[in-house]
């Protein structure tokens, strides 16, 4: 007894110094990072944002409803369901306008569930599959040969007539070494989007894809496809088949290259059907003709229920403009609160904003787009001229108390992106990364993979950027677009 209350005693007494350690550390960072008076100021406004958001925030019970519509594709009802729920929320939270912009959206559907199969040493093995987006159906009896398969696109690209009367099998895996899960996404999602145009014109009688995730599962990611410029009797269905499905027939391969795979899917695409952004904003007090838009994207996949993909990102959006409105902020500058539409699958919605954004003469200085998820803050990806980029940088120290330790310089969304410019500033919400492709474009993307806080953190990340630049960026950029 008496060892344990002396080893307990010192374990308290390293503990309680541990503490004062840290503390004295905190004390003299702070203290090498004095704030000045208007960054005080700035300081205590961030504040306020985190405290409204974790106690006050709307984003978890907004993204509970949007979800319970279910997967939003474009052309879809539910999409249109979504377009309405939108315009609603936006007008719930007073927003001074809000509008509908009309666009024509793609209309791919999946039809009745795929199935794919194969024997291997006289077992008949189920392989879990889905059809990639814009992807043609098989025949109605399915599509049965023998599969090649290749790591990527330069492997595909060499096969020439090896791959005719084959099923193509690209399966190439994201590399894990890669910290941020973006990169090891952008490393092989080519063979996703290119790989049935690459070996269609070879005679390859389809195409089987490695699910982009970077762990090993059950669940198939879809996405979207492109046949490019071939002509249309080299299209050849393209499917997603789980990343455990994918190492297991890889090794089966390697015992039985003859082996022969069967699929079967029935989707199609349809004409073009009408949709809409959901646009509203808060008008600014000082240079209402200068905008800022904060958005992500209305539409998901068929799977799930677009949670993470970006049912996070539209309600953190939205909470920007109402975590302004509880706190009393007045923009300087335009607010804008855009919910793109076509994202997944065409990107009609973030074109056709551009394109009247250009007709009707209309200034941005900047925008924020969320599109990676709602894990935990980590930064923001920054994509502007050098000045601002700094500037952005500069607010390290007002932004690292809640975790925002990255400020990097990079791309920042899909949706933003057609407003790149010299004297536009486009930024990206980067959350943590390593579970985002657990759920990406799977029927595992529901609303129960979504935390309350995380989320909620999130949103006054937002928020706080968004003030940071409504307060700074113009007013330090002097050339006007």
């Not at 969320?370 to 000045?387: C, I, L, M, Q």
């Amino acid at each position: 007894m008496k060892k344990l209350t002396i080893l307990t005693l010192a374990t308290v007494s390293a503990l309680t110094f541990s503490c004062k350690t840290e503390k004295k550390t905190e004390t003299t960072q702070a203290n090498s990072n004095e704030l000045s008076i208007e960054e005080k100021k700035d300081s205590t406004h961030i504040k306020h944002l985190f405290n409204t958001a974790l106690t006050e925030g709307k984003s978890y019970e907004w993204l509970r409803d949007l979800t319970s519509i279910g997967g939003r594709l474009s052309g879809s009802k539910q999409a249109e369901q979504a377009v309405v729920w939108g315009e609603k929320v936006m007008k719930e939270v007073g927003l001074d306008s809000v509008w509908l912009q009309p666009i024509m959206v793609p209309h791919w559907v999946r039809g009745e569930k795929e199935e794919a199969n194969y024997t291997f040493n006289g077992e008949k093995i189920n392989v879990p599959i889905c059809a990639l987006g814009f992807s043609i159906a098989t025949p109605a009896n399915g599509i049965t040969a023998e599969v090649i398969e290749v790591k990527s696109l330069k492997e595909a690209q060499e096969l020439g007539d090896k791959a005719k009367g084959k099923i193509v099998f690209y399966n190439g895996a994201f590399d894990n070494t890669l910290i941020h899960t973006f990169e090891a996404y952008g490393g092989c999602v080519g063979q996703r989007f290119a790989g049935a145009a690459t070996v269609g014109k070879f005679g390859a009688v389809g195409v089987i894809v490695r699910s982009m995730t970077n762990g090993i599962n059950d669940y198939p990611h879809t996405g979207s496809m492109s046949y490019k410029d071939l002509p249309e009797n080299q299209h050849i269905p393209a499917a997603a088949i789980s990343s455990r499905a994918a190492e297991n027939l890889s090794k089966h391969l390697k015992e039985n290259p003859n082996l022969k795979f069967y699929f079967k899917q029935s989707c199609e695409t349809l004409p073009d059907a009408p949709s809409f952004n959901v646009v509203g904003e808060l008008k600014g007090s000082e240079n209402p003709d200068k905008i800022m838009v904060v958005g992500g994207h209305l539409d998901s996949w068929d799977l799930g229920d677009g949670a993470h993909d970006d049912g996070t990102g539209i309600v953190q959006s939205l909470e920007v403009a109402y975590l302004f409105k509880q706190n009393g902020i007045k923009p300087k500058n335009t607010i804008r609160v855009v919910f793109f539409m076509n994202e997944e699958n065409g990107l009609r919605g973030a074109t056709e904003y551009n394109r009247l954004a250009k007709e009707n003469g209309e200034v941005h200085i900047g925008a924020l787009e969320s599109d990676a998820g709602g894990h935990t803050p980590r930064g923001f990806s920054v994509d502007a001229n050098e000045k601002n980029v700094h500037l952005v940088q500069s607010w390290r120290k007002l932004l690292a108390p809640y975790g925002l330790h990255d400020l990097i310089k990079g791309g920042s969304g899909a949706d933003i992106g057609p407003l790149k410019d010299d004297h536009v500033t486009l930024v990206g919400y980067r959350p943590d990364s390593q579970r985002y492709f657990d759920y990406h474009h799977t029927e595992t993307d529901t609303f129960d993979k979504v935390n309350k806080r995380e989320l909620e953190l999130g949103s006054a990340s937002m928020a706080s950027i968004i003030y940071l630049m409504d307060t700074y960026l113009y007013t330090n950029d002097k050339v006007k677009p």
